[in-house]
């Protein structure tokens, strides 16, 4: 039996997949298990970055410091049936591509938007994990007056990094003309902001948006 | 054959329900259709209140006015099948209740965050219309600084109001005490702003935020 059929009652919001066609095995997937003993060492009990971020908005909304979620993945809905005196089943149904970023909320009056992506790559950060469509989205909000960036875990080195939108868009833009398919991991720690994990919340990113905001003060 | 299974293809983002447990039809269906003359002299082509936002927010979003989304349905995913050579396909899900506002995003800095209900009363407007996560996620919104509100539609009169989220609040807390189990009409038009539609955008509730912002800095 495939691993995702065992998935029986799993809310759609825990699992991982980065597009509406093809549908990716979480990434807390058996064959990433040989570093669990590390993980344990580690403390982030083999989290994908998607759980880490979901249950520190957990902890930012109880505690009153942000107001930030996940957006739900939109499906597009072919067939519902209604059957008498029970709730409505979605018998047929395809994962659609968002056409905006994952997150997004409210920090101490901010409007906060960001998409987050983790990679098993050491060196380099491939720009594929994006699509035109996000960094329009990023754009439009910046311009708006937003505050925009991605996260992105390396998840072998188990770090993390805010890295201000206006760099990916930079990085994107520039693909056109000098053919760089990926961000080196140098570019990335030169331009963002790392993320230390705790115990609570699991990610404060919070503390690295709030001196992202600081510095774009500067400017 | 019931006029739900006629919907194949049509995304969910255009169709309309409440809530997770009880799918209701679409408000624009044909027991409406009785209005439909007037509906054409009014030049509303009998959208719904979701699709003139949605409409709007498309012209917001293409003019850099604002960045408004409406946040796609939560599914619970039960089962989905992998075929080979195909993308995958939901066999069997459920919707759930969303735990925020439909609407969020920004305008030029403010970060925006709202419900829109359409009623057929006249003069009152039940609160059940409401959830109480709703009414905490606009509180925990209102409380970081973002400007909430309601957008309500009269569908027999054809008028759209915008109620700041604080007096939604203040109804919804007092009927514990006086019992109210409704908003009276004139108690909205009291605290609210009222939308003209037009043709561009559809609902230009945006001019309408304008004015909230321009009120709460008053104060």
Chains 1, 2 share one sequence.
């Not at 902890?59 to 979620?69: L, N």
Request: hydrophobic share 30%; charged share 25%.
């Amino acid at each position: 039996m495939p691993w995702y059929n065992s998935q029986i009652g799993v809310d759609i919001l825990n699992l991982n997949y980065p597009d509406g066609r093809k549908f990716n095995r979480p990434s807390n997937k058996p064959t990433l298990s040989t570093s669990a003993k590390k993980k344990i060492l580690f403390g982030d009990r083999g989290m994908t970055l998607e759980e880490e971020i979901n249950e520190s908005n957990k902890y930012y909304r109880s505690h009153d410091i942000a107001v930030i979620y996940k957006k739900p993945t939109p499906i597009q809905i072919v067939k519902v049936d209604y059957p008498k005196r029970s709730r409505a089943v979605i018998k047929e149904a395809y994962f659609r591509q968002a056409s905006t970023t994952d997150y997004n909320g409210i920090y101490n009056g901010y409007y906060i938007d960001f998409e987050a992506k983790e990679t098993k790559h050491k060196n380099t950060f491939p720009l594929k994990n994006f699509h035109q469509h996000q960094i329009d989205h990023l754009k439009a909000c910046q311009k708006q007056g937003g505050i925009c960036f991605v996260i992105i875990k390396y998840v072998l080195l188990k770090r993390y990094f805010i890295m201000p939108a206006q760099n990916l868009i930079t990085y994107w833009d520039n693909q056109k003309h000098d053919g760089a398919k990926s961000i080196q991991f140098k570019q990335i720690t030169d331009c963002s902001i790392e993320i230390n994990s705790s115990y609570n919340p699991t990610l404060p990113y919070i503390k690295a948006v709030q001196q992202l905001i600081d510095s774009e003060k500067e400017k």
